[in-house]
């Protein structure tokens, strides 16, 4: 009989924060830092709170302890949440697959494909059911499918980690504050919390939707790039100068010359085998 005996990528799975990024307020280091100290995979509310279907709101039905290997994702996925949380719009500013990363819960297979599901399933089947998270996809009509999930952090999410209602709401109050007082200073008008999360929601749509026609776009010039790059030299040169005839005027063409052309022809194919080879880059 067969036993799979390492199932596994990373049994202990750690948050490790973006470089570079800009400096987080004080109530986000406040709740990282309780989520440091508290083991939010054995919370009493984890045993408390009946699981519900977002979608439905029937009960379900679940086994009463996270086995180690969720556990230990849900600790890392936590203090990820916790560090890309916007305090106004109650919105975590990152995709699930940039939570993934950087918590080290991404795999990718001998095929070079991404597999996000350790830290997907985390969410779907149990962080949303609980009541921990909310999570909403909107329709992208541009590419046809639904955008990454947008994910929003309850206050039972906080009381995971010890921070009451009031405390958030507390944190939520002084943080728009600081807003008002940076509009008020640009001579504009003060906004509302309900005006806040609107705000908050909108720019989150933004990003995400720039985002996905970045990577289509991406993924197009790719295959197209893939293409060429298995091409013979010659051939690939030939459509290349096709493409550039259609491209530019009589005029354009007569000032770039024979050595022009050539050089451009040669900028072009360069550019395909690069892109061809180079990696993915991530789109969160």
Known sequence: MYIRKKYIFNKNPKFIPPKKDKKRPAFINYA?????????????????????????????????????????????????????????????QASVEQLADECNLSTISKAGNKSITRASRLITDFMEPMGFVVCQKIWDKVIGNYTP??????????????????????????QLGWINKGLMKKGLKKI????????????????????????????????????????????????????????????ELTTLGPKGLKKQINIEYYYLRKLATSPIPKFC
């Open 149 to 174: 999930k947008m994910i929003t952090l309850t206050t039972l999410f906080f009381e995971l980690i010890g921070i009451s209602s009031k405390k958030l709401h507390n944190a939520k109050k002084q």
């Open 32 to 92: 990282m830092k309780m989520a440091s100290l508290t083991d939010v995979a054995r919370s009493e509310l984890n045993y408390i709170i009946q699981p519900k279907n977002p979608s439905t709101g029937i009960l379900l039905k679940r086994k009463r302890r996270l086995n180690e290997h969720r556990a230990c994702a849900m600790r890392a996925m936590v203090t990820a949440m916790i560090y890309h949380f916007n305090i106004t719009s109650d919105l975590v």
């Open 192 to 251: 509302t919390f309900s005006e806040a999360r609107r705000i908050g929601k909108d720019k989150r749509i933004r990003g995400i939707l720039k985002h996905r026609h970045m990577k289509h776009i991406f993924y197009r010039k790719h295959i197209k790039a893939k293409k060429f790059f298995y091409m013979d030299e010659k051939i690939a040169k030939q459509k290349i100068l096709r493409a550039l005839v259609a491209r530019y005027s009589v005029l």
